[in-house]
């Protein structure tokens, strides 16, 4: 609980940044505004808003990259095509193989060394993948409208626990002065150790962020290591996580070390935000405002309601490296109905990882990640943390990390019991105990595999480790 002067002084800063903005940044203040009254529009009118922004990406795309323009030409798509919904429908769904591909021919002709910033994926895949970002497209609005939700204002000070978060002396500075009066403390999350978290809570106590936001895997570890130090810090009002799926169990072992509410908001590197969970924690709001959401299935088709599919996104704001229709990789649901909340987006089921979590048996057998994820939904309290492993004879083993639980024990060895029977007994299944589970570069991998060819395969660098 904030103490008076601590609470005078975050809305104080809220005051200060705001009015900074109106004198610096006029047109981010501008459109943090926009999207806020977005995000109650009729439903209606949103799908107004999302057909006509992504017709005019690609009548963009078709006129300013070669790439588009070609494969949209060989498809038998016209500009004129556009005004129909269903000829957006029939695009093809651009791969990770064709990124790879074509990387210099998805460069519109708008893209400069100023205005094109290049981003590559973490390669939790085995496939890192090189984009561009836009520049004239701000993403900090969008998070800063997602933060509003966990009731954390745009100028509140944060804790950031991202790869390569930490910078140096005169870089820090620089940003540091920007942001006035808005400060930040930061930590790298490939390099998580006793040392590092001593400085950065350091930092933490110091400016007493309002939000802490990282990858789930970077978060649990400094939980881990906040708890073991037994130190004792001003809770956030907030905590965010993203980059991989988190359970019920440790959601709330977070927000137990941390002393604030946990926050599920899901995006990635090719297009930032994309949904987010408001204060009811029941489900991601879809960001349709800023990007397309799609759930198809092996055909290239809608999912109905409630079923699992492929993520394909299309982003609206990019215009120096347009995406497209483009798969992510992740499985996903949409949710049933309206959120009481009042937020007007259409709303996913908790992103349950990607298609790569799946795991193949020399029968042919294949099971996929979502069921994986929601082993021990059911008791949320028996594991801190858990992981399936598949070694190279196709055998698992299960390592968890103990939870509260008294019975943890009794629950771990059903889960074996139900993971043998999902498998149809044709692999040996074994439990392991184990004090940690390290996470893969800030993100948290529920499933890893030894199999040569497996979509689940670890990369080369975290096999050695």
């Avoid at 029939?90 to 210099?104: G, K, Q, T, Y």
């Avoid at 996580?241 to 599920?264: H, L, W």
Wanted: charged share 30%; hydrophobic share 40%; net charge neutral.
């Amino acid at each position: 609980m904030l103490c008076d002067g601590e609470a005078v002084s975050r809305l104080l800063r809220d005051r200060i940044f705001e009015a900074k903005l109106r004198i610096a940044l006029p047109a981010e203040l501008a459109e943090l505004r926009a999207l806020t009254q977005n995000e109650r529009l009729h439903p209606e009118q949103l799908r107004s808003l999302a057909q006509a922004s992504a017709a005019d990406i690609v009548r963009f795309a078709m006129a300013h990259t070669d790439y588009y323009r070609e494969r949209y030409a060989r498809a038998g798509i016209r500009e004129q095509d556009l005004s129909d919904p269903d000829a957006f429908r029939s695009l093809p769904v651009l791969e990770r193989a064709d990124v790879r591909d074509h990387f210099e021919r998805i460069r519109s002709d708008e893209a400069t060394p100023s205005n094109a910033q290049y981003a590559v994926t973490g390669g939790t895949t085995n496939e890192p993948l090189r984009v561009l970002r836009d520049r004239r497209a701000s993403h900090r609005t969008l998070g800063w409208r997602l933060h509003r939700w966990w009731g954390v204002g745009p100028g509140a000070n944060q804790a950031l626990i991202w790869r390569d978060a930490s910078s140096g002396f005169w870089k820090s500075l620089r940003h540091d002065a920007l942001w006035w009066p808005t400060r930040s403390v930061r930590m790298d999350a490939n390099h998580i150790d006793e040392k590092a978290t001593a400085a950065f809570l350091d930092g933490w106590e110091r400016i007493r962020p309002a939000l802490l936001t990282g990858y789930v895997g970077a978060v649990i570890e400094l939980a881990q290591l906040v708890q073991r130090s037994g130190r004792a810090i001003p809770p956030p009002k907030a905590v965010g996580v993203t980059a991989a799926p988190i359970t019920p169990g440790q959601q709330e072992y977070v927000c137990k070390v941390f002393g604030a509410p946990v926050y599920d908001h899901y995006q990635c590197i090719e297009s930032p935000m994309l949904a987010g969970e408001c204060a009811r924690h029941d489900g991601l709001h879809v960001f349709a405002d800023a990007r397309l959401v799609e759930i198809l299935d092996d055909e290239g088709q809608p999912v109905p309601t409630g079923e699992l599919g492929s993520v394909v996104i299309t982003d609206f704001r990019n215009r120096v490296f347009p995406l497209i229709r483009y798969r992510l990789g992740d499985e996903a649901r949409w949710k049933e109905g309206a959120c009481p909340c009042g937020i007007t987006f259409p709303m996913l089921e908790p992103v349950r990882g990607r298609i790569t979590d799946m795991l193949r048996f020399p029968s042919g057998l294949i099971v996929s990640g979502d069921g994986i994820l929601a082993i021990f939904d059911p008791w949320p309290d028996a594991v801190r943390q858990f992981q399936l492993r598949q070694e190279r004879d196709y055998s698992l083993t299960l390592r968890c990390v103990r939870g509260s639980d008294a019975n943890a024990d009794r629950i771990m060895r059903k889960v074996v019991e139900e993971v043998r029977a999902t498998a149809r007994y044709e692999v040996p299944v074994r439990l392991e105990l184990v004090d940690e589970i390290r996470h893969d570069r800030g993100k948290q991998r529920i499933v890893v595999s030894d199999v040569p060819g497996s979509p689940a395969a670890r990369p080369p660098e975290a096999a050695e480790r």
